[in-house]
């Protein structure tokens, strides 16, 4: 274990704990680490939404390229951002136990939900399902960290803004004025950690193994098996969350509009020995039932 790994990570306060978390991990198992903060494009262009940027995985890029250039052996992502299919050379070999999978509204007052109100978020699904259930209220764009973001709710006069649960709880500023989004669902993968390597680097990518929560691993290729299907990447409001609950495993799925008026949904469940193709199927399924029509339009409003 004479290897020093090298821990890549963007340099915001959540990305940095997720970091050090697999840092210890790797260091209780007597590995040497060393962490490589980087800043990636979707930390530094705040003043665009981010499927304007145009960039798949704007938040794994920076990182990726610095993998590939021999800077880091490897890096930890909130695997809700990560695409669903990785560069060439670079592979999944890592993840985590997941957290809370939940989104929650932080909120000023919730006097408007009974009538018009502003609401805030950077995440187009959860733009679209918001306006699913409230239609008469309007949504504004949120982008920057956690911190950033819950700032920006302070200084605006929006009602409320979304967010992922975890990322709070983690990071320890979960406000109390908040409530869960019971009705919405996650984004895919959303709450849990990937840790991806280069594939001919056998070392790290057998430290890193060692990491891996089987069940979190199935429930998450489920999701994004849903998502590549759909041909979502980061840009279609797409939901997904897969459970499993005494071998049996739990999927829901929705495909909507981007203002929320229309909305295809799936739940279904499976034995868990037979998940492999369960993501894919249920995407068909919604493709098959007017989810190919309203991929085109999707596309077409981007």
């Not at 929006?158 to 975890?166: G, H, L």
């Not at 990491?211 to 979190?216: G, I, R, V, Y």
Request: with cysteine; hydrophobic share 40%; aromatic share 6%.
């Amino acid at each position: 274990m004479s290897k020093t790994i090298r821990i890549g990570t963007r340099d915001s306060k959540l990305a940095l704990w997720q970091a050090t978390t697999v840092q210890q991990q790797l260091e209780h198992l007597g590995y040497k680490t060393q962490l490589v903060p980087v800043k990636s494009q979707g930390d530094i262009i705040l003043d665009k939404p981010l499927y304007e940027l145009g960039i798949t995985g704007v938040f794994t890029k920076t990182l990726d390229l610095a993998m590939l250039n021999g800077t880091i052996d490897i890096a930890v992502h909130s695997m809700k951002d990560v695409p669903t299919l990785l560069p060439k050379g670079i592979i999944q070999s890592a993840v985590l136990p997941r957290a809370n999978t939940k989104d929650i509204l932080v909120y000023k007052d919730l006097d408007f939900l009974n009538s018009t109100g502003i609401i805030a978020t950077g995440s187009l699904r959860r733009k679209a399902q918001w306006l699913n259930k409230y239609p008469n209220h309007q949504v504004e764009d949120l982008r920057g960290n956690v911190i950033t973001r819950l700032q920006k709710l302070e200084d605006n006069s929006w009602n409320a803004a979304i967010f992922a649960k975890a990322g709070l709880e983690r990071i320890e500023v979960l406000p109390k004025n908040h409530i869960e989004l019971d009705w919405m669902i996650p984004a895919p993968a959303q709450g849990a950690m990937v840790v991806v390597t280069l594939q001919n680097d056998i070392f790290s990518t057998e430290a890193i193994s060692k990491l891996n929560h089987t069940p979190t691993e199935i429930c998450t290729h489920i999701e994004r098996e849903f998502l590549q299907v759909l041909e979502g990447g980061c840009t279609a409001p797409i939901g997904a969350l897969a459970t499993i609950a005494k071998d049996i495993i739990h999927f829901k799925g929705v495909l909507l509009s981007i203002d929320g008026s229309q909305k295809l949904s799936i739940s279904k469940s499976v034995e868990s020995s037979n998940f492999k193709g369960f993501g894919e199927a249920c995407a068909l399924e919604i493709l098959n039932h007017g989810g190919k029509d309203l991929m085109k339009d999707l596309k077409n409003s981007l």
